[in-house]
């Protein structure tokens, strides 16, 4: 058993700031990237942390090297227009035919900031929920094989209300 958790004066921490819950409902790199420093960070704190892939912030799960998804045309059109995978995010601003992306991985390479590939393997290492929404993957026709390995099993808004009770949770 854990020992309780205590404020920076020694008093006990209020009920659910051992656990963190995200709803990751944007699939931009400016989005990503603090979604996952933020979960790796509370993991490596010792909290219980979750993300929940919502919508468009499923997206960063797709494997890489899957380009189309989708049963149907509109599925299809949907993942050509909003390419899955950590490797083709956009910027939620200044995307500017992609060289906005490129100077933020840049910029973070410089500051040797990890990159979301490497920070959801280290989410995944340290033992973060990364769990993907079922609407969401039913809507855009993904399925399992077209996500990355090591993810939870696809739950629903119930499961992650249940999980976000009397927890910190953030919308990002």
């Known amino acids: 058993m854990t020992e309780p958790r205590t404020t920076e004066g020694g008093a006990p921490a209020p009920?659910?700031?051992?656990?963190?819950v995200i709803f990751a409902w944007s699939g931009d790199l400016d989005r990503v990237w603090p979604t996952?420093?933020?979960?790796?960070?509370?993991?490596?704190?010792?909290?219980?942390?979750?993300?929940?892939?919502?919508?468009?912030?499923?997206?960063p799960l797709v494997r890489n090297d899957v380009r189309i998804t989708?049963?149907?045309?509109?599925?299809?059109?949907?993942?050509?227009?909003n390419r899955g995978g950590t490797e083709h995010l956009k910027?939620?601003?200044?995307?500017?035919?992609?060289?906005?992306?490129a100077m933020m991985r840049k910029l973070a390479r410089d500051h040797k900031v990890a990159s979301?590939?490497?920070?959801?393997?280290?989410?995944?290492?340290?033992?973060?929920?990364?769990v993907p929404c079922?609407?969401?993957?039913?809507l855009l026709?993904?399925?399992r094989e077209d996500l990355v390995e090591g993810l939870d099993e696809p739950a629903g808004a119930t499961t992650a209300l249940?999980?976000?009770k009397d927890a910190i949770t953030l919308l990002i």
């Open 15 to 20: 009920a659910g700031h051992d656990r963190l």
């Open 134 to 138: 079922q609407m969401t993957m039913d």
């Open 141 to 143: 026709g993904l399925r």
């Open 36 to 59: 996952l420093i933020l979960a790796t960070t509370a993991a490596a704190m010792g909290m219980r942390a979750t993300v929940f892939f919502t919508f468009w912030g499923l997206f």
């Open 91 to 101: 910027l939620s601003k200044m995307n500017l035919a992609g060289a906005g992306p």
């Open 162 to 164: 249940l999980e976000a």
């Open 70 to 81: 989708g049963e149907n045309w509109m599925q299809k059109m949907l993942s050509l227009m």
């Open 116 to 130: 979301p590939t490497e920070l959801l393997r280290l989410a995944r290492d340290l033992g973060v929920r990364l």
